[in-house]
């Protein structure tokens, strides 16, 4: 008899406000952007580690804000003005890793000051250690006011597993969430990877959510197990 294998269903996780765990680690990231459009300069710069959750804050202002995300590669001086459009808020992510092109960042942030709009960016690395060849553009950036995402304790870890487990509609026994979250890296695109992988493989192998297949998902994603 064949064996039936799952269907790659893909999850798309919940992004808005109510569904961001706010802990320790966020939380002044968090009273920021609570504080648009009463920002004392026309941005703010939200950075952390990759994995901090830097995305999905910026997804909740994004539609708070009725944002244009604006993707870097998209980015020149000719397509600003159709990229802006008449939005008075823009979100650019990853912005030291993925970097626009420097004129075109700087007519972008020029355009968004003259309507009194603000521009919400993320990155890994705080704007003072960015490199920034345009000086008039650095100068604009590094006055911004910016916030850091600390890396989640192990309460926001377990909170956001629990989360994504019921996002999925898959039940996880307690003592199987503690196993997984003393063995997880503390970063919340890991807690996504295992959710994802212990879901599949409960799917594949028709087997319970438990502590031994948890070891098995964790061996074969590299964690210690």
Request: with cysteine; glycine share 6%.
């Amino acid at each position: 008899m064949p064996v039936q294998l799952p269907l790659a269903l893909p999850h798309r996780p919940a992004l808005g406000g109510s569904d961001f765990l706010v802990a320790d680690s966020n939380r002044a990231a968090v009273a920021w952007l609570d504080a648009w459009p009463e920002w004392p300069s026309p941005g703010l710069v939200v950075w952390g580690d990759t994995g901090c959750g830097k995305t999905h804050l910026a997804a909740t202002w994004q539609l708070r804000a009725a944002a244009v995300l604006i993707a870097s590669r998209d980015l020149a001086v000719a397509s600003v003005p159709t990229l802006l459009g008449t939005a008075k808020a823009i979100v650019l992510e990853d912005v030291d890793r993925a970097p626009p092109e420097p004129v075109a960042w700087l007519h972008l942030y020029n355009s968004l000051a003259e309507r009194g709009g603000h521009m919400l960016l993320t990155a890994q690395a705080a704007p003072a250690r960015w490199q920034i060849a345009l000086p008039d553009l650095a100068s604009r950036l590094r006055a911004l006011a910016a916030v850091e995402i600390a890396a989640p304790d192990e309460s926001l870890v377990e909170a956001v597993l629990v989360k994504q487990f019921a996002d999925r509609q898959l039940r996880v026994p307690a003592d199987t969430v503690r196993y997984i979250v003393t063995r997880l890296d503390r970063s919340l695109g890991a807690v996504a990877q295992i959710a994802g992988a212990l879901d599949a493989a409960s799917l594949a192998g028709k087997r319970p959510a438990s502590i031994p297949l948890a070891r098995e998902v964790l061996r074969d994603a590299g964690f210690a197990a």
